[in-house]
């Protein structure tokens, strides 16, 4: 298959995955919009309160937040400036919260596909979730303490700023749309660029020293490299096929999904919530770093939980015996 074959089917591809998130993304995009102005956002905010001010953050992202966690990345992203206008966060506030939505995001698709390769859904959601709330919180104060990146945010896009009227409103919604559309085309087109020229392979070997660290090795290296650059959906796919042969084990299996949970799709994601105007060294070398030591700790922990403790509570051997079915 030609070079320019490739790229055409990666578009048609790429296409298909910006309709759905055309689907999902409009209705949600104008239904906070509404709830915002009928004053329900500002009602349900409180909720969110003491979990957004450990991170630092105002009240009303947490509902970006939750869309995030429920819908994916692009489904918060629209959300963001709606909530809150950009005037009033910082790079800082940005980086954070680009952090909480690059940990947890998608994830009752994502959680599934993890599940699928036999760790326990509601042992690695919670690590997600747990970790994501970690990181932010540590780089808030970090940034507080410091006053890095305490200057006003300047998103390079503007997703759908709050407007006086329906019709601003929906012309901003096609703008953010139109957008979407072209960062999503050039990073899939970058994508398959990097595997043309074997540039990702270089890349995911490079990788492999830094996830021994992790306490991840063997085949499980590879097929976390993977996940770490193309997403969960890749990663965590291969491993299924893997779990069912038996040629990882189990505590393997395990921290792979723990890693790619905290670092996935570190390329095109890390693009999307820069364009918000978050830090690289905070959405991408921090993130990095927070995931070998976290995955090194939970590593070292689980070398010392029995068998028995680990299968009941970590990993289900009943879901890789259905998948072999």
């Known amino acids: 298959m030609s070079f320019f074959s ?16 055309v689907r999902i993304t409009i209705p949600i995009a104008v239904a906070a919009e509404l709830l915002s102005r009928m004053g329900a956002v500002k009602a349900v905010a409180p909720v969110f309160a003491p979990v957004m001010n450990l991170v630092g953050l105002p009240p009303e992202l947490g509902v970006a937040w939750l869309t995030g966690m429920l819908v994916g990345i692009w489904g918060a992203v629209p959300l963001v400036f709606t909530l809150v206008p950009a005037s009033s966060l910082s790079v800082a506030d940005i980086t954070v919260f680009s952090a909480l939505i690059l940990f947890a995001h998608g994830l009752p698709i994502e959680q599934k596909i993890i599940q699928k390769a036999g760790p326990g859904m509601i042992a690695t959601t919670t690590l997600r979730m747990a970790g994501g709330l970690l990181y932010a919180f540590l780089l ?60 990702l392979g270089l890349m995911m070997k490079a990788l492999s020293p830094v996830l021994r660290l992790a306490g991840i ?44 949970g905290f670092a996935h799709s570190v390329i095109e994601d890390t693009i999307v919530v820069m364009s918000l105007g978050a830090d690289l060294q905070g959405v991408l070398t921090g993130r990095l770093i927070f995931a070998i030591a976290a995955c090194a700790a939970i590593a070292a922990l689980l070398r010392r939980l029995p068998d028995k403790a680990f299968f009941a509570q970590m990993f289900r051997l009943g879901n890789m015996e259905a998948e072999r079915r």
């Open 6 to 21: 490739l790229i055409r089917r990666n578009t048609r591809e790429t296409l298909a995955i910006y309709w759905v998130l």
């Open 140 to 199: 808030h104060h970090v940034l507080t303490a410091t006053g890095w990146l305490a200057g006003p945010a300047n998103p390079v896009w503007l997703p759908i700023s709050a407007t006086p009227d329906w019709a601003d409103y929906m012309r901003g919604l096609a703008e953010t749309m139109v957008w979407m559309l072209l960062i999503l085309v050039v990073l899939s087109w970058g994508l398959e660029i990097l595997k043309v020229t074997g540039l």
């Open 217 to 260: 090795r063997g085949e499980a290296e590879h097929l976390t490299a993977i996940g770490l650059f193309l997403g969960i959906s890749y990663g965590a796919g291969l491993l299924i096929r893997e779990a069912q042969s038996g040629t990882i084990s189990p505590r393997q299996i395990f921290l792979s999904c723990v890693f790619m």
